[in-house]
């Protein structure tokens, strides 16, 4: 009879947890929809993650600082913390996922999670990162131009920058983003500013 109470309590659990994820998530995308007029919350496909760590160990194994803009849960900013022992500022403006992230971020040392607009902290750092990593809309990609003199590799995720080349391009290999009802295909985008 224990068993079967502690199973049913496991599962209304869960069913709970993931109600209340849901809820939040919802309620995220609708605040970046309306609120903050951004592009909501995407996850990172893993696969990219996995690419975007084999290049940084690869070509940028001396990085020491990382900035991951619009990190959401900063997942992705925890992974590469993780595989490359550089330390990741991971800057995020939603509430609820800034906070999950920095929950998160007391199990991974190096990496550090902000609950700010990432434009207004780049504008008043001083700090320069060895790279910079973003996965914004087109139209915030191309506002990281502005910071060249701050970010030394930038890293767009699925998103080019208008106008500007590439040194590197690496196609993830399946799957889409979509923006204003266009596919974007699942690609890394590596500029050199510095």
Same mark, same amino acid.
């Given at each position: ?15 709970? /947890? #993931?109600?209340?994820? *849901? =809820?939040? @998530? ?8 309306? %609120? ?48 490359t022992g550089a330390k990741v500022i991971a800057l995020e403006n939603m509430p609820i996922s800034a906070f999950f992230s920095k929950v998160a971020d007391l199990f991974q040392k190096n990496?550090? /999670? #902000?609950?700010?607009? *990432? =434009?207004? @902290? ?8 060895? %790279? ?63």
């Open positions: 009879m224990y068993m079967v109470n502690f199973t049913v309590y496991s599962l209304l659990l869960l069913v709970i /947890t #993931i109600e209340l994820f *849901a =809820f939040v @998530y919802i309620f995220e995308h609708v605040m970046c929809i309306y %609120i903050y007029e951004q592009v909501p919350f995407v996850m990172t496909p893993k696969i990219t993650q996995k690419l975007l760590v084999k290049e940084i160990q690869k070509h940028y194994s001396k990085a020491k600082l990382i900035c991951e803009i619009g990190s959401g849960y900063g997942i992705m900013a925890r992974f590469i913390a993780k595989k990496s550090k /999670t #902000i609950k700010c607009n *990432a =434009f207004d @902290y780049l504008d008043k750092t001083k700090q320069t990162f060895d %790279i910079g990593i973003a996965y914004l809309s087109p139209h915030d990609s191309n506002k990281l131009l502005k910071y060249k003199n701050k970010i030394k590799t930038l890293i767009t995720l699925d998103f080019a920058i208008d106008n500007m080349t590439p040194t590197q391009i690496i196609n993830v290999g399946h799957g889409y983003t979509y923006y204003n009802h266009k596919p974007y295909p699942h690609k890394i985008y590596i500029y050199k500013l510095q």
